[in-house]
């Protein structure tokens, strides 16, 4: 079993980490949006560590039921 190791305290994020990301964010996205488009990510440094902005396009929010 291959394990992944995180680096702490880097400035950016190479291509590939953002591709992984934003497909780990769109599945989640799509539990509570119907979604359209690909979703868009920035990072930028800040004096506290990062801020961090996942933008995506939604054409409704979805109902969801809670469990009896």
Known sequence: MKSTSILL???DMSDFER???LK???RV???YFECEG?????????DDGFLVCVI??????KSLKHPI
Do not use: K, Y
Not at 38 to 46: A, D, G, Y
Not at 56 to 61: D, L, Q, T, Y
């Open 9 to 11: 305290d880097r400035d």
């Open 19 to 21: 591709g992984l990301f």
């Open 24 to 26: 780990d964010m769109q």
């Open 29 to 31: 996205n799509e539990e």
């Open 38 to 46: 690909n979703p868009s990510l920035e990072v930028t440094r800040t």
């Open 56 to 61: 995506f396009s939604a054409r409704r929010i």
